[in-house]
């Protein structure tokens, strides 16, 4: 049975037509679906900027986070037919788990993370207030919003859902439509899981659209509020950030392209040590896993030359014992590569590798697997290369399947060298058990490479492993890694977002970031606002208690309940003697439990618990006989769920004189 | 005189040769320099990456933020010889303080956030800690190291000092050497400035160089580690970052481009108000300072269309008392532009937009001024534009001098859409007293600007002008402003700075970033961490303290002394009600308050005080019979100056069943 792709543009399903391609099983060999679009082009951007992003934009962050949670628990349980899918793209079930389930789980950390780490806005507030004046009247802050235009996502054909969901979950996260045009080679499989986002009814109208086939002169139409998000090689990138349409407009061009990674087994690492077991597993499964098609795969295994031979031999008989052919049989380790062109090419860039490199492990002509002729299947290949230095290829050519190059160092400069000859990279491990050790390498490797992974005996099993890029982490690199970043949390939503500096007075910046800035205007209100529930509770409500005068008694009492004999509260003399006091002083702790007993509402009401406290700074010293008083504002407010929210209070406590003697902020959580 | 201006290449001053340029006062017409750079390029990038780079690297951020204060203080003293020059630029004595002071304020500003926000170490530490793994052995964390390469900044002819000094100061913070390429039409005020540089010695070698003429071929040496920063026109930006090795190496091109900038008239700010008064004099203030010829200058004057002639007649009022002349004479308020090329070119464009706008003040062909006839002087002109959405001319040509366009809109919808029409701005404003006014614009306009300025009554004298980018905040703005970013404090220094995700061990991660990470190794060491000096004490170093038991009579005790009887320490009943306590339970800051009574040692010693705390968490309630203790673990140091510094203590507090009560971090002042 042939599958038909359809494309998915202004809120419609369009079947192929013009210029149909056909896709075949990477297993079998046989078709198994056909695509060719036919687009408006004009008419989809058309229907991003002016139906999905407005719909988009009207949401809040936590809105937007809560889609992108129903969505992820919609595919969930929808999963096991995309299995089924992806077993002719030539994966294992491990590998779709990396694809199916990782694509689905990188939405729930970002729909966690939009909820926890952003405001229940439309405004995201980025980094700290900047003071611009003395005086206080005019204040800076750096906001971002989304852009307006709509982000246009190119995937690669090696992880089709995964790659899809990795780039809609900041996009969706920032308020901005996507279109999505997947590699044709797995595009079935792509298909299936979009249309699964379309069907659930989760995402607004124009959030999403799809092209199924070739994107034609998309690009042509983009400009300065729109983005390009492109995984894959660093020929096909090339090509596409040099449109003089996109250079012309300064388009945002985001290319997370396949790199030549490499892994370092540190000096410490010698055989017998738990991280040269841990190093061989982790070469192996790198090999193997997706048939080596990984972006972040280990290309260039860099050793001690003097362990060069053994972590030949004990790679070897583990890809020795590598069970390789029909994915679906329980048995199978590595299935195939995505398709027949897909194993010519990495077999000729292999070839070229082999003039400055030995082969020690795999043939180079066999190909046909388990009386499976039809079948895209490759044995892994393994180099050992004697002159790193001297060689270009196995720094500079990239096969794209199981193959890696075992090459030795001298010590860990030259092992960082070799590492950076890659010209920029995805990802760089390092097996050491020695902070000191990786500690230099960060220093010498750091500004080549996206991603630095170390494991040893102490990360054990919980490490994720050299060729999984995580959500909460940048993914991406410099120079050949294509220079970009996605993912790596609320940095990856800013990637759709335009930051922006905002100038003005403490009231202006207050009313566009909805919290409540230091100097702005302030409601002094009869009611006590703890009296507030979450939602009457308004920002800028304001206390002002009574004074309370700080007594010696005070002081010597509170030493003596507490045991904090701390000589600046006990000894006249010693206390006059250090640099920040004018002789004995109250504690901190005092100032802040009296000022708890000055601003605190007994009886039972809206504030359930103090639950924390930031950002506190004792800013003057208080004396015997001082008298302190404090203030209380609403600062900003986050609902947690339907119950109760947390509210953040700005406190100052002053003395008689007016001078801030401690400010912090003060963490509640309300009733709503 | 004519000047002779040389380049600086590998640490030597090279005279010019070959095609040599003679370059004009714009006051006189008289030659007033000549430069021609015949430059081995190679070797100065060489150079660049082999002896400055390393040098560079070599000193913490603190070191490199000590050489940038030192450097503005000796160019701060010497400032003189470089305000005479300024004047053959056209620029008026304001003009030049904008350039020659502002240029060392922004260097001032960025030693002091770089020795603030920075570490003394040369690995940054961006953003928090990931937990990766349920068991907390596998972390995740952002941080930044330098760029391998070199920087080459390309500057405008406009602001010769503030333009190289903006840019030199986060890439000398970043630990990054570069070259400075100065507009040839006011290289000479730069070369002046670039020589005290030079001549102070305060730099490493390597650390700058100069090239006064053609850049040659020097973009086509660049590659992954290398970053280009350009200011100046869009189309010399197009050409730059269409450059074929620039885009297949992904090098870093940062663009700040002269936008349509536009300013908004809020409607509540009617003639009569403070804010129609400071919008005219602002106007009048961007139109004429620097004679226009700023990528910040208000192009387009978006105003409610009952206002606008109003606006016409108020502004054209200021601009018709303006004295334009030879910027010596104290009477000028207006000097000339760069050159007269550049006076041709402004007038052209002038033209252009004559074909859909009125002008309102101003002759296109009085060009010459008070007798000087060979200066590049200009009157001001202003348009008013009747139909400015039909019209594109006053949206997208953009004359660089003293020129702009009012235009009238219907409500702040239009206004927006009006401003946005530039196709992306470096700054906009809006005068408005009205909060919600601001918020509305950042939302319809954030995203087309990269800073917002709102100005009123209450920012007053303290504002510091639509046309001031400021250090703190970023400077750039998305399609044509550039799409870039540069300044807004530590993020412009990342922009010569490589983020890199690490993964591993708390061990790893606290030797790689020097401080404690949670799970990392500690020191439980009989010595009390409080009886060791700054110096002395080792990140790491912790203290467990025996248990205190908390009874109901300290709670009832501690109610009564600091007047906190919330109910939930009072009311058993009350408090077993509220859905985070089992019943009564001890107040927040009495665990604080016994916990410091644990850890405190209260003899004279290096602790001098106890300055604040951050991050404060109460996690599970104490009840009345629990007994806590407090871990306490040296996390992170930060001299201050010679005599103290400041060290920042993880402190855990704990129950009789080793759960954490409370969790915070403690900040103290230590003594060297």
Redesign the interface.
Known sequence: MTLTLNSFAAGKWIAPSGRISQLKSAVTGETIAELGAELDFAAMVDHARTVGGPAL?GLTFHDRARMLKALAQYLHERRDPLYELSYETGATKPDSMIDIDGGIGTMFVFASKGRREMPDD??YVD?AL?Q????G??L?Q???????GVAVHINAFNFPVWGMLEKLAPTILAGVPAIVKPASATAWLAEAAFRMIVESGILPDGAVQFVAGSAGDLLDRL???DVVSFTGSAETA?ML??N?RL??????FI?E?DSLNATILGPDAAPGTPEFDTFVKEVHREVTAKAGQKCTAIRRVIVPEAYRDAVVEAISKRLAKTVIGNPRDEATRMGALASLTQREDVIAKARIIATEADLVFGDLDATGTNGIEKGAFLSPLLFSCNDPDGARSIHEVEAFGPVSTVMGYRDMDHAAALANRG??SLVASLF?H???V??KA??AM???????????R???K???GHGSP?P????GG????????EM??I?GVMHY????????????L???T?TCVQGSKTALKEVHPFRMSFNELEIGHTLETQA?TVSLADIE??AE????????H??EE?AA?????PGRVA????L???A???F?????GPV???????????MKPVSPGDAIKVRLTAKDKKARNE??GEVRWDVAVTNQDGEIVAA?ELLT?NAM
Not at 446 to 456: E, I, P, S, V
Not at 478 to 485: H, I, L, N, S, T
Not at 497 to 508: E, K, L, V, Y
């Open positions: 934009r439309t405004i980094g900047e611009l004046s003395r005086g009247s005019f800076g750096h906001v971002a919003t989304s852009l307006q400009g300065a509020q090339l950030r040099s003089p250079l012309a407009n300064s388009t945002r290319a392209q010209g920029g050491t020695d902070p000191a990786a500690r960060v220093l750091g500004a080549h490479h996206g991603r630095l992974y170390f494991a040893n102490d990360t054990g919980e490490a994720t995580l909460h982490l940048v993914h410099p120079g050949r890694a294509g220079g970009g970043e790596g949390g940095r977002m335009q930051r922006t500096a905002i100038q003005g007075s403490p009231d202006i207050s009313g566009i909805r309370r009492h509170f309940f507490t045991g904090d004999n701390f000589y600046a006990m000894d010693a003697a250090n640099p920040f006091f504690h901190g702790y005092l802040l439990s009296f708890a007993g000055l605190v509402d007994p009886a039972p359930l618990a103090n639950y924390g406290l930031d950002n506190l700074r004792f119950e109760y912090y959580m």
